[in-house]
């Protein structure tokens, strides 16, 4: 970092003050890739803030979003320019002090918040009783926090031993119909989660899940949507050769095309997960299982190609990272959802499903049609069970013309 960009120590005493830790914030976000002036901002901003908390006789370990949002608020009575900047390089600088053990990951949950206590009650099972991912974890959240809520302001207290299974019916109910069966069936599951957590510790006297109806979901139900060989080349020729996100984003739809990657197995890619003396690559699947794959010619080269030119440098080892300041790897999947949804676009494709995944069914469609078994299919998308690759088996229109009975004519058959 450059030394210009180095904060001078403050007077005086600094343990356990803010000061101290404004340098190594700058630090961290200079090798993220920021620029100078960005570094600039920031710094003066930390040092606002951290002269702010020592007139109130803060430590660091007891900074949290309620002291940024009082120092937001008075910095607006003084000035609203630049609001967002400093509102940006406060989170910023919380992230950092939590990602270095400073600041507690979690604020303290205050006594007032019943509703707050018990949604981290239920998260710590869900973490350490159930091990569930942290992805879940979030997911079943925003559901959760809307039931409590909602019994909160129905009944006026947040005691959730007086909840009744009409209760639970009508959140449901009143949910269920603006959601798509996927959605339905997440948002009954969360519940039931929640409603088998609160038996658990003593919190209602009787099972409430019970109440909680199943969603169907039929089997082969439908056919996956899907796109045609020519019209995946189209795609992929959508990104720009000339540019290095162009070239990173032809990398990533390769990758979901050739080889039918998964959004998230794409996001976890690692530099070392690329073999290149065995060409091969190591994906991460479903369950964290590591699984070797051949790395088709086309696709390596775009990838090297990637890699020697328009990476950008930073501590990450994931293979794609974002192009601009933090240069760090994607936050999630719906990055490459995005990528995916951009190249159609461009390409005047709308099938009815444009995420990464229907790269996935396009190419389990073209193998089928090509000849290639349920056993084959299954080996390529990596499938745990046979039953998963059923669902291709209907998509090979003209093998099912070909055993499908005659219509009969007028006067039935004879």
């Given at each position: 970092m450059p030394k210009d960009l180095v904060p001078r120590a403050v007077q005086g005493p600094a343990v356990g003050l803010l000061d101290e830790h404004v340098a190594g914030f700058v630090a961290s976000l200079s090798d993220l890739g920021y620029a100078a002036l960005t570094l600039r901002e920031n710094r003066q901003i930390a040092t606002s803030f951290a002269r702010w908390t020592r007139q109130r006789q803060l430590v660091v370990a007891d900074i949290d979003e309620s002291h940024t949002a009082r120092f937001l608020r008075e910095a607006a009575r003084?000035?609203?320019?630049?609001?967002?900047?400093?509102?940006?390089?406060?989170?910023?600088?919380?992230?950092?002090?939590?990602?270095?053990?400073?600041?507690?990951?979690?604020?303290?949950?205050?006594?007032?918040?019943?509703?707050?206590?018990?949604?981290?009650?239920?998260?710590?099972?869900?973490?350490?009783?159930?091990?569930?991912?942290?992805?879940?974890?979030?997911?079943?959240?925003?559901?959760?926090?809307?039931?409590?809520?909602?019994?909160?302001?129905?009944?006026g207290s947040a005691r959730v031993d007086v909840l009744a299974p009409q209760d639970v019916r009508d959140f449901l109910l009143d949910r269920i119909p603006s959601r798509g069966p996927s959605g339905a069936k997440l948002l009954a599951t969360a519940?039931?989660?929640?409603?088998?957590?609160?038996?658990?510790?003593?919190?209602?006297?009787?099972?409430?899940?019970?109440?909680?109806?199943?969603v169907r979901r039929w089997r082969l139900a439908r056919v996956h949507p899907y796109i045609s060989p020519n019209e995946v080349e189209r795609?992929?020729?959508?990104?720009?050769?000339?540019?290095?996100?162009?070239?990173?984003?032809?990398?990533?739809?390769?990758?979901?095309?050739?080889?039918?990657?998964?959004?998230?197995?794409?996001?976890?890619?690692?530099?070392?997960?690329?073999?290149?003396?065995?060409?091969?690559?190591?994906?991460?699947?479903?369950?964290?299982?590591?699984?070797?794959?051949?790395?088709?010619?086309?696709?390596?080269?775009?990838?090297?190609?990637?890699?020697?030119?328009?990476?950008?440098?930073?501590?990450?080892?994931?293979?794609f990272l974002r192009m601009h300041a933090p240069r760090v790897g994607f936050s999630s999947q719906t990055a490459i959802g995005a990528i995916a949804r951009g190249a159609l676009a461009r390409a005047g494709l709308r099938p009815a499903l444009r995420g990464a995944h229907l790269f996935r069914h396009s190419l389990a469609t073209?193998?089928?049609?090509?000849?290639?078994?349920?056993?084959?299919?299954?080996?390529?998308?990596?499938?745990?069970?046979?039953?998963?690759?059923?669902?291709?088996?209907?998509?090979?229109?003209?093998?099912?013309?070909?055993?499908?009975?005659?219509?009969?004519?007028?006067?039935?058959?004879?």
């Open positions: 003084r000035s609203r320019s630049r609001e967002g900047v400093r509102a940006n390089a406060l989170r910023l600088l919380l992230e950092h002090l939590r990602d270095g053990g400073d600041v507690p990951t979690f604020p303290a949950l205050s006594e007032e918040s019943p509703v707050a206590a018990l949604l981290e009650r239920y998260e710590h099972h869900l973490r350490g009783e159930r091990g569930l991912a942290e992805k879940t974890v979030r997911i079943y959240r925003p559901f959760i926090r809307d039931f409590l809520v909602e019994h909160v302001a129905k009944t519940v039931r989660s929640l409603l088998r957590f609160l038996l658990l510790a003593g919190e209602t006297a009787v099972d409430l899940s019970l109440t909680v109806p199943t795609v992929l020729q959508t990104c720009d050769p000339e540019t290095p996100v162009g070239r990173r984003d032809h990398a990533v739809l390769l990758l979901l095309a050739r080889l039918g990657l998964r959004a998230g197995e794409v996001l976890a890619l690692d530099l070392g997960d690329i073999r290149w003396r065995t060409g091969e690559l190591l994906v991460r699947g479903k369950g964290q299982i590591l699984e070797r794959l051949p790395l088709p010619s086309d696709v390596g080269e775009a990838l090297a190609l990637y890699l020697r030119g328009d990476r950008p440098r930073g501590l990450c080892r994931r293979v073209t193998m089928i049609r090509r000849g290639a078994s349920m056993a084959e299919i299954g080996q390529v998308l990596r499938h745990r069970s046979p039953d998963t690759t059923e669902i291709y088996a209907k998509v090979d229109f003209e093998a099912l013309r070909g055993v499908a009975t005659p219509w009969p004519g007028t006067g039935g058959g004879r």
